[in-house]
């Protein structure tokens, strides 16, 4: 069980589908990490156990009824919480939301739910993702040598690297970049940050830093 936070959402995907592992196994996996570790690095402004749990049994059921909704079925993965989703609060890590629970998801949400994958909650950021480090409505996420770091998304999902913390809370995450934080938190943490073309991954649903040069990641 302690190798599944190690492996890539593909593997993930891969495993699941061949029946090697469950969605169930997956997900209790990471919600146990979390549990275990995010009281430390503090990751998650949401963590969404219940529903995800609830969602990684369902998954199971259609995968043994041979319904598979695509390749990522039954593998959690965490947002930013400036990604809307439906009937979970999106806060933008700022006080003034703090109570908003969108009544749609972002179109990233959505067609990443389309392909199967499951929330597992909604990562920390800096209010309104105005700066690089964790929110200022919550705490600083810590990155993984205890310091205040990036935001929640490399603290998340860290890679085992010598002389280095990790800490496999998610196996992916997705948010978005306006200057190059993507690489500057990846790089903190030993990870790999994307950073798409403008325009090629929706926005919609997202919260705006700047709309000209935001870039969803």
Same mark, same amino acid.
């Given at each position: 069980?302690?190798?599944?936070? @190690?492996?890539?959402?593909?593997?993930?995907?891969?495993?699941?589908?061949?029946?090697?592992?469950?969605? *169930?196994?997956? !997900? %209790?996996a990471?919600?146990?990490?979390?549990?275990?570790?995010? #009281?430390?690095?503090?990751?998650?402004i949401? *963590?969404?156990?219940?529903?995800?749990?609830? /969602? #990684?049994?369902? #998954?199971? +059921?259609?995968l043994?009824?041979?319904? *598979? /909704?695509?390749?990522?079925?039954?593998?959690?993965?965490?947002?930013?919480?400036?990604?809307?989703?439906? $009937?979970? %609060?999106? &806060?933008?890590?700022?006080?003034?939301?703090?109570?908003? !629970?969108?009544?749609?998801? /972002?179109? *990233?949400? +959505? =067609?990443?739910?389309?392909?199967?994958?499951?929330?597992?909650?909604?990562?920390?950021?800096?209010?309104?993702?105005?700066?690089?480090?964790?929110?200022?409505?919550?705490a600083? &996420?810590?990155?993984?040598?205890?310091?205040?770091?990036?935001?929640?998304?490399? /603290?998340?999902?860290? %890679? !085992? %690297?010598? =002389?280095?913390?990790?800490?496999?809370?998610a196996? $992916?995450?997705? $948010?978005?970049?306006? $200057?190059? =934080?993507?690489?500057?938190?990846?790089?903190?943490?030993?990870?790999?940050?994307?950073?798409?073309?403008?325009?090629? !991954?929706?926005?919609?649903?997202?919260?705006?830093?700047? @709309?000209?040069?935001?870039?969803?990641?």
């Amino acid at each position: 069980m302690a190798d599944l936070v @190690w492996t890539s959402m593909a593997d993930l995907g891969r495993m699941i589908a061949t029946k090697e592992v469950s969605p *169930v196994e997956v !997900v %209790r996996a990471h919600l146990d990490r979390i549990a275990t570790l995010d #009281a430390g690095l503090r990751a998650f402004i949401t *963590v969404c156990a219940d529903a995800a749990l609830q /969602a #990684a049994r369902a #998954a199971e +059921a259609d995968l043994m009824a041979g319904k *598979v /909704a695509g390749p990522l079925h039954g593998v959690p993965w965490a947002p930013k919480d400036l990604c809307s989703t439906k $009937g979970v %609060r999106t &806060t933008g890590g700022s006080k003034i939301l703090a109570d908003s !629970v969108p009544a749609r998801d /972002a179109t *990233v949400v +959505a =067609r990443l739910a389309g392909a199967g994958a499951i929330v597992l909650g909604k990562l920390n950021m800096h209010e309104f993702a105005y700066g690089p480090r964790g929110s200022t409505r919550t705490a600083a &996420t810590r990155g993984i040598r205890g310091t205040r770091a990036s935001i929640a998304s490399p /603290a998340a999902r860290p %890679r !085992v %690297r010598a =002389r280095r913390s990790a800490a496999g809370l998610a196996p $992916g995450s997705l $948010g978005s970049d306006t $200057g190059a =934080r993507s690489a500057f938190r990846a790089s903190l943490c030993g990870i790999t940050g994307l950073k798409p073309t403008y325009g090629r !991954v929706s926005r919609a649903g997202v919260l705006p830093l700047a @709309w000209s040069m935001d870039v969803g990641r």
